[in-house]
């Protein structure tokens, strides 16, 4: 019985046939453990000479067992290595990615700026209406900003938005000074198209009210914010200019040098003032002070980039996007 069963053990092919040997010869009906139960009817000399034997023969069985168990469990082992073979040390598949448009870039690079010098970000909607774009912002009825060439109206007699000064009066409806916010966004006028105008653009309008605002903040804000974007030793002009909802009303502009002709130059970007006491009015505020400033940000990525047409930013040529793209 011996050899028969080690032979057995050894020819299981896998370890469902080595458990159908075990339940054979060593389970509760099994061979071994039959004879074991025998063991009873003999005589205490005999029982014992019996004993040992079958005890040698069942731990023998059992030895083969384990020891063909091992050779299984690693064989097993190594089929599966082979099937499921991975070299880790591949490169992975690169996946596209998206990147940053060149907007967003500059949008958050400005972001940054004005979060460190304390502003809050704060947003408005592109359809407005003209009470918030026009009226509340001191807009004479008569003004040739409402004129429809410069402005989309919708057929319910809303407006998509000219500038992002509106943001201002629906922030200020529902805050108390003193505050300090930025509020970036896309703008609409209904003009020709060329290389420097689309009918679509963005804006960054700022606002600081509080007791005491006066126009040196304003000057202060606006030559940090240049700082902050073009280094030390930039220069900052404000001429006086014209806008229903600042007085006195300026525009700015910062000294740069041209990196593709090398030469320096006044460069417009956009309007300033100190808040018009009729839009304060609008708005509910007595007893405030404040500066508000807005500017067109293509403007500001064509020349940092030095992009020649403004129509780049929205046609979506990959060519475009990718020379510029940034990091997500
Ligand atoms: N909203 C003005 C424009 O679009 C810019 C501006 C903003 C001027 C804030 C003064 C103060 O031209």
């Not at 400033?293 to 996007?321: M, T, V």
Request: net charge neutral.
């Amino acid at each position: 019985m011996k050899t028969e069963a080690v032979e057995e053990v050894q020819r299981a092919e896998d370890l469902d046939a080595l458990q159908q040997v075990r339940v054979k010869y060593l389970g509760k009906k099994g061979l071994v453990t039959q004879r074991l139960k025998t063991l009873g009817s003999l005589d205490p000399e005999e029982r014992k000479i019996q004993g040992q034997a079958i005890n040698a023969l069942k731990q023998e069985i059992e030895d083969a067992i384990k020891k063909r168990r091992a050779e299984l469990e690693a064989a097993e082992l190594e089929a599966s290595l082979a099937r499921d073979r991975v070299d880790v040390t591949l490169p992975g598949y690169r996946l596209p990615t998206g990147g940053l448009h060149v907007l967003t870039q500059v949008i958050n690079r400005l972001l940054e700026v004005f979060r460190t010098m304390g502003y809050e970000v704060v947003t408005g909607p592109e359809l407005e209406t003209d009470y918030y774009n026009f009226t509340a912002l001191n807009f004479p009825a008569e003004h040739p900003a409402r004129d429809t060439q410069d402005t989309f109206w919708t057929t319910d007699g809303r407006l998509l938005r000219t500038h992002t000064s509106p943001v201002q009066v629906r922030y200020m409806k529902h805050r108390k000074p003193p505050f300090k916010v930025v509020a970036p966004g896309r703008v609409f006028r209904n003009e020709a198209v060329d290389v420097t105008h689309e009918a679509q653009f963005h804006q960054l309008e700022a606002l600081v009210v509080d007791t005491h605002i006066t126009m040196a903040d304003l000057r202060g804000a606006i030559s940090t914010m240049a700082t902050a974007l073009f280094g030390d030793g930039i220069k900052t002009r404000l001429q006086p200019s014209y806008f229903p909802f600042v007085e006195p009303g300026a525009e700015f502009a910062i000294w740069w040098e041209n990196p593709r002709t090398g030469k320096s130059e006044w460069l417009e970007l956009g309007g300033c003032g100190m808040v018009h006491p009729n839009v304060f009015r609008a708005v509910g505020y007595e007893g405030f002070t404040g500066f508000a400033f807005g500017f067109g940000i293509e403007r500001l990525a064509l020349i940092s980039y030095g992009i020649p047409d403004i129509r780049y930013f929205h046609q979506n040529d990959l060519r475009f996007l990718r020379q510029l793209r940034g990091g997500l």
